[in-house]
Nanobody, 119 residues
Framework: QVQLVESGGNLVQPGGSLRLSCAAF????????MGWYRQAPGKQRELVAA???????NYADSVKGRFTIHRDNAQNTVYLQMNSLKPEDTAVYHC?????????????WGLGTLVTVSE
Protein backbone atom coordinates (compact mmCIF):
# COMPACT_ATOMS: atom_id res chain seq x y z
CA GLN A 1 0.00 0.00 0.00
CA VAL A 2 1.34 3.38 -1.01
CA GLN A 3 1.54 6.05 1.67
CA LEU A 4 2.76 9.62 1.52
CA VAL A 5 3.68 11.23 4.83
CA GLU A 6 4.27 14.96 5.04
CA SER A 7 6.18 16.74 7.78
CA GLY A 8 7.78 20.09 8.51
CA GLY A 9 4.73 22.29 8.89
CA ASN A 10 4.88 24.86 11.67
CA LEU A 11 4.03 28.36 12.80
CA VAL A 12 6.46 30.87 11.29
CA GLN A 13 6.67 34.64 11.12
CA PRO A 14 6.30 36.50 7.83
CA GLY A 15 9.60 36.49 5.99
CA GLY A 16 10.63 33.20 7.55
CA SER A 17 11.44 29.85 5.99
CA LEU A 18 10.29 26.27 6.30
CA ARG A 19 11.20 23.03 4.58
CA LEU A 20 8.46 20.48 4.06
CA SER A 21 9.20 16.82 3.48
CA CYS A 22 7.11 14.12 1.85
CA ALA A 23 8.29 10.58 2.50
CA ALA A 24 6.86 7.78 0.37
CA PHE A 25 6.28 4.24 1.60
CA UNK A 26 5.27 1.15 -0.32
CA UNK A 27 6.65 2.33 -3.63
CA UNK A 28 9.57 4.15 -5.20
CA UNK A 29 9.04 7.76 -6.17
CA UNK A 30 11.36 7.57 -9.16
CA UNK A 31 8.43 6.36 -11.28
CA UNK A 32 6.12 9.15 -10.13
CA UNK A 33 5.56 12.76 -10.95
CA MET A 34 5.38 14.49 -7.58
CA GLY A 35 3.69 17.67 -6.43
CA TRP A 36 2.82 19.88 -3.51
CA TYR A 37 -0.67 21.30 -3.24
CA ARG A 38 -2.16 23.53 -0.57
CA GLN A 39 -5.61 24.27 0.71
CA ALA A 40 -6.41 27.33 2.78
CA PRO A 41 -9.61 27.59 4.84
CA GLY A 42 -12.58 28.25 2.59
CA LYS A 43 -10.54 27.89 -0.58
CA GLN A 44 -10.01 25.19 -3.17
CA ARG A 45 -6.91 23.06 -3.23
CA GLU A 46 -4.29 24.55 -5.55
CA LEU A 47 -1.05 23.38 -7.06
CA VAL A 48 2.01 24.97 -5.46
CA ALA A 49 4.88 23.16 -7.14
CA ALA A 50 5.46 20.01 -9.15
CA UNK A 51 8.41 17.99 -10.33
CA UNK A 52 8.32 15.31 -12.99
CA UNK A 53 10.12 11.99 -12.73
CA UNK A 54 12.74 13.54 -15.00
CA UNK A 55 13.24 16.57 -12.77
CA UNK A 56 11.30 19.24 -14.66
CA UNK A 57 9.71 21.69 -12.24
CA ASN A 58 6.65 23.88 -12.36
CA TYR A 59 5.49 26.52 -9.87
CA ALA A 60 2.41 28.56 -9.16
CA ASP A 61 2.99 32.21 -10.02
CA SER A 62 2.37 33.17 -6.41
CA VAL A 63 5.40 31.20 -5.17
CA LYS A 64 7.89 31.58 -8.01
CA GLY A 65 11.23 32.79 -6.74
CA ARG A 66 10.34 31.90 -3.14
CA PHE A 67 9.65 28.14 -3.14
CA THR A 68 11.80 25.31 -4.49
CA ILE A 69 10.72 21.72 -5.01
CA HIS A 70 13.36 19.02 -4.91
CA ARG A 71 13.25 15.25 -5.12
CA ASP A 72 15.71 12.80 -3.62
CA ASN A 73 14.93 9.45 -5.19
CA ALA A 74 17.55 7.69 -3.08
CA GLN A 75 15.74 8.86 0.07
CA ASN A 76 12.31 8.33 -1.52
CA THR A 77 11.44 11.84 -0.42
CA VAL A 78 10.30 15.08 -1.99
CA TYR A 79 10.99 18.44 -0.38
CA LEU A 80 9.50 21.91 -0.61
CA GLN A 81 11.80 24.69 0.52
CA MET A 82 9.72 27.75 1.31
CA ASN A 83 11.41 31.13 1.79
CA SER A 84 10.08 34.65 2.30
CA LEU A 85 6.83 33.26 3.62
CA LYS A 86 3.75 35.43 3.59
CA PRO A 87 0.50 35.22 5.58
CA GLU A 88 -1.27 34.18 2.39
CA ASP A 89 0.89 31.04 2.30
CA THR A 90 -1.00 29.78 5.34
CA ALA A 91 -2.62 26.47 4.40
CA VAL A 92 -2.50 22.72 4.77
CA TYR A 93 0.13 21.45 2.35
CA HIS A 94 -0.46 18.07 0.73
CA CYS A 95 1.93 15.86 -1.16
CA UNK A 96 0.76 14.23 -4.39
CA UNK A 97 2.17 11.40 -6.48
CA UNK A 98 1.03 10.32 -9.94
CA UNK A 99 2.59 7.27 -11.51
CA UNK A 100 4.07 8.13 -14.89
CA UNK A 101 2.00 6.85 -17.78
CA UNK A 102 -0.82 5.59 -15.58
CA UNK A 103 -4.35 6.67 -14.90
CA UNK A 104 -5.94 8.12 -11.77
CA UNK A 105 -5.93 4.72 -10.09
CA UNK A 106 -2.25 5.33 -9.47
CA UNK A 107 -2.57 8.77 -7.89
CA UNK A 108 -1.91 9.20 -4.18
CA TRP A 109 -2.27 11.95 -1.61
CA GLY A 110 -0.83 12.55 1.82
CA LEU A 111 -2.90 13.80 4.74
CA GLY A 112 -1.11 17.12 4.84
CA THR A 113 0.96 19.30 7.11
CA LEU A 114 -0.17 22.70 8.42
CA VAL A 115 1.81 25.83 7.66
CA THR A 116 0.80 28.97 9.50
CA VAL A 117 2.45 32.28 8.67
CA SER A 118 1.62 34.86 11.30
CA GLU A 119 3.07 37.36 13.73
Amino acid sequence: QVQLVESGGNLVQPGGSLRLSCAAFGTIISIYDMGWYRQAPGKQRELVAAITSGGITNYADSVKGRFTIHRDNAQNTVYLQMNSLKPEDTAVYHCNAVRVGSGPQFEYWGLGTLVTVSE
